[in-house]
């Protein structure tokens, strides 16, 4: 079984300062890797996805994040925070290889961005 | 604009009351998705229909009863819910089901509290 676990239920940055949210995941096959992002009271909003091919995979507005098999990580990096970054960040695994929409998630990490 | 609509955004009902939730995707997708999200747990995958067949039913207890009369259209019938269910209920859809450079889209959301 395939699962997904985010170190830090909160993480608080400076705005300005570098934010690293981690995740680390299990699965039997080749994943394909997901962070998504949730606002208050608003639905998941993808912002990037590692499926093949290159393991550094880059978003909009500095997001990236790196697939590395030997720690079967996927973490998520912005150089720069923003205080329009303050949200939630969920991790994603996708259930059984190709099968991209049944997700398994991790239990998100909190970000709060200070002035 | 996500592309995927739910529709009541808030809801609130007795827990002998009857109640539908309703997803629509303008998409064009093949496969579709109930998660539900609990405060402090991961999202929890629900259903999954594609191609209006249902392909998958986690566990869920029958007091919830999906419905996928064509691709587009998702709906969630409620009856007699406990309290716990309270909730935020969020639709999904994909391109497919199985496939390379699939995704899930999400919609906003419905929150709804059982009292």
């Known amino acids: 079984a395939q699962s997904v676990t985010q170190l830090g239920s909160h993480v608080s940055v400076s705005e300005g300062a570098l934010v690293l949210l981690r995740c680390n995941y299990s699965s039997s096959v080749p994943p394909y890797l997901f962070w998504y992002v949730q606002y208050p009271n608003q639905g998941l909003q993808l912002l990037l996805k590692y499926t093949t091919g290159a393991t550094l995979v880059k978003g909009i507005n500095g997001l990236e994040a790196e697939y590395k098999k030997s720690e079967t990580s996927f973490h998520l990096t912005k150089p720069s925070a923003h205080m329009s970054d303050a949200a939630e960040y969920f991790c994603a695994v996708s259930d059984t290889h190709n099968q991209g929409g049944k997700l398994i998630f991790g239990q998100g990490t909190e970000l709060s961005v200070k002035p | 604009e996500t592309g995927v609509t739910q529709t009541p955004r808030h809801l609130v009902m007795g827990m002998t009351n009857k109640k539908s939730l309703k997803c629509e995707q303008h998409?064009?997708?093949?496969?579709m998705y109930w998660y539900k999200q609990s405060a402090k747990k991961p999202l929890e995958l629900m259903f999954v229909y594609s191609l209006e067949e249902r392909v998958e039913n986690n566990s869920v207890p029958s007091r919830f009863s999906p419905e996928c009369p064509n691709s587009s259209h998702l709906f969630l019938h409620l009856h007699t819910l406990q309290p716990e269910d309270s909730a935020l209920y969020l639709c999904a859809s994909s391109q497919e089901l199985q496939g390379a450079l699939t995704e899930a889209f999400f919609g906003q959301g419905t929150r709804l509290t059982v009292v």
């Open positions: 998409l064009g997708h093949n496969a």
